[in-house]
């Protein structure tokens, strides 16, 4: 055949192709995996807003090792240094303006953050929201977390956050670091997890945290206790118990926004707000000093997103002011005394060799009717508790 004849069918000889495999890369990843990171290797990476050693610091977190949840703790106590602080009453300036070069000398991170809860029912817009005021945000400076709330996330579907499809903007965005809600969970288990991730977070310099909750029920009292600040997305047109919010929710709010007030919904959406505005003024004004909101938005137009934040400044501002900022994050840490408590005695009852062997023995007794439930708890937790004598 002529050699310059050109066939799709014949090969051509082609251009030496690079090796795929990176050998650098690889012999760096083994030596990686031969050296396990120490906790100063993690809190430098965290202090350095390296978000790989964050989420690699945030997975020990939601591990249930005891190894990994021994070595969590000790990077937990190291980064609560580094974020634990006292507000000075200047601070409030250095807040609005992240940019700003006044530092706290007290501190190492450049702001005190805000912890912004965030909840109302699937489909209320939840996610196109935070992508909304997140851009908005990142574009001012600031850096953001997003976290989720949803001990039911291994049953439920699509609402998910860490979802491909929510948040796609943010998902990219350098100054946005979004963290699904951990691995379905007892609430309890999950609120400390959650916890202890706003804490990495903020030691890695993120001062905006946004905490969602999928959930429609127990799950926004948990989040109520470790924000700063409560906000409540609803719709219009829709009773309370259409949309599944308890009263004691929107008690909890600091603001409620009507979403999607676009279109046609306009109308409504402002009506909506005269009514949750008229409802919010029947409580007793809260020790805070500040008075909940109710206004509309639309996370798709952006339209109220600017609104939103100013509010959230002016909650801060206000309540840094009446000193209940401060008492609340006290209040909050006092709460995590108690939830410490709790899993870790949880935990270690369940880890013991002893104790789980039993409990196996303990389940088939009450099956077989031979002994109650209660009694067999007390047996358990006697015996337990008098091993450690
Ligand atoms: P989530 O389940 O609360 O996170 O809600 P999503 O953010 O996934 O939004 C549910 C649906 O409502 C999506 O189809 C969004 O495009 C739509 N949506 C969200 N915000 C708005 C809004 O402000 N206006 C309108 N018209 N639609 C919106």
Same mark, same amino acid.
């Given at each position: 055949m002529d050699k310059n004849h050109k066939s799709a069918l014949s090969v051509m000889e082609g251009v030496e192709q690079p090796d795929q495999i990176n050998a650098e890369l690889v012999k760096k990843l083994k030596s990686k995996r031969a050296k396990p990171l120490m906790v100063k290797d993690y809190v430098d990476g965290v202090k350095q807003g390296n978000r790989t050693i964050l989420s690699k610091a945030i997975t020990l977190i939601e591990s249930a090792l005891p190894k990994d949840q021994e070595l969590a703790q000790l990077i937990i106590t190291e980064c609560l240094r580094i974020t634990n602080y006292e507000f000075t009453p200047g601070q409030y300036e250095e807040i609005r303006n992240p &940019? =700003?070069?006044?530092?706290?000398? /007290? =501190?190492?991170?450049r702001n005190p953050s805000i912890r912004i809860g965030i909840t109302g029912v699937p489909g209320v817009g939840k996610s196109t929201f935070i992508e909304a005021i997140g851009k908005y945000l990142t574009a001012l400076g600031h850096k953001l977390a997003v976290l989720a709330i949803d001990p039911s996330s291994s049953r439920s /579907? %699509? =609402?998910?956050? $860490?979802?491909?499809?929510?948040?796609e903007e943010l998902a990219v965005d350098p100054n946005a670091f979004i963290r699904p809600s951990p *691995? *379905? $969970?007892s609430l309890g288990g999950v609120a400390r997890k959650t916890r202890e991730t706003i804490i990495l977070c903020e030691a890695a310099g993120f001062d905006v945290i946004f905490i969602e909750t @999928? %959930? @429609? %029920?127990q799950s926004e009292t948990t989040v109520h206790s470790m924000v700063d600040f409560f906000l409540l997305l609803m719709l219009a047109g829709a009773g309370d118990e259409l949309q599944g919010i308890k009263r004691g929710i929107i008690e909890m709010a600091d603001a409620i926004f009507i979403n &999607? *007030?676009? $279109?046609?919904n306009l109308t409504k959406a402002k009506a909506a707000r005269i009514e949750y505005a008229n409802a919010l003024h029947?409580?007793?004004?809260?020790? =805070? %000093?500040w008075t909940p909101v109710a206004d509309i938005c639309s996370a798709k137009s952006k339209m109220g997103i600017e609104k939103v934040w100013e509010t959230i400044l002016e909650h801060r501002k206000i309540t840094q002011k009446t000193g209940y900022f401060q008492l609340q994050r006290q209040l909050q840490n006092r709460q995590v005394l108690y939830e410490s408590i709790e899993s870790e005695l949880r935990r270690k009852f369940f880890a013991n060799p002893k104790i789980s062997a039993q409990i196996s023995e303990a389940e088939e007794e009450i099956t077989l009717g031979r002994i109650n439930p209660y009694q067999a708890a007390q047996k358990l937790l006697d015996e337990y508790f008098g091993m450690l004598l």
């Open positions: &940019k =700003s070069e006044i530092r706290n000398p /007290k =501190s190492e991170i /579907k %699509g =609402s998910i956050l $860490g979802d491909k499809t929510r948040m *691995a *379905a $969970g @999928v %959930g @429609v %029920g &999607k *007030a676009d $279109g046609e029947l409580y007793p004004p809260p020790e =805070s %000093g």
